[in-house]
């Protein structure tokens, strides 16, 4: 594993996994930007995401299943664990465990991390939660 695949995957899993955004926030560029199916997120955004899935989610773990690294830029798939047992996206808590996976392709330059892609499927979190499921869409008299 290179210094630069190490420092980000040791970072994002301090901040994802175990809370410590702080982490994080000390391995990104001042120009950081997330992109997402919502659309560009600024640092301050995705420090809030980790903060809100660690209060709606207890035992809350992210776990990468692989790490590549490319010229500048870092792949990662990976796996999130956590009960649904607070709020989340006004959803009040379920009790149910919920299991999500995705990637996200981190580019770098000069040390920092600079941009972030993320692809993830909201629906599974649902389906999890028992929110929407994914099976038959007919509607129901």
Do not use: C
């Not at 995705?46 to 903060?51: D, L, N, S, T």
């Not at 040390?111 to 993830?120: L, M, N, R, S, Y």
């Amino acid at each position: 594993m290179s210094e630069m695949l190490d420092k980000i995957t040791s970072a994002w899993t301090r901040a994802w996994s175990q809370g410590e955004t702080k982490a994080f926030e000390e391995l990104v560029s001042a120009d950081y930007v997330r992109h997402s199916k919502s659309g560009a997120e600024a640092l301050e955004q995705v420090v809030a995401q980790i903060e809100e899935s660690h209060r709606a989610f207890s035992n809350f773990t992210m776990e990468i299943l692989r790490a590549i690294e490319g010229e500048n830029e870092v792949a990662i798939h990976w796996r999130s664990v956590g009960r649904h047992t607070g709020e989340f996206m006004d959803v009040p808590p379920t009790g149910r465990e919920v299991i999500v996976s995705g990637a996200s392709f981190i580019r770098f330059d000069q040390g920092k991390i600079t941009e972030e892609d993320v692809i993830w499927d909201p629906r599974e979190m649902l389906s999890a939660m028992s929110i929407w499921h994914l099976g038959d869409t007919r509607r129901k008299k």
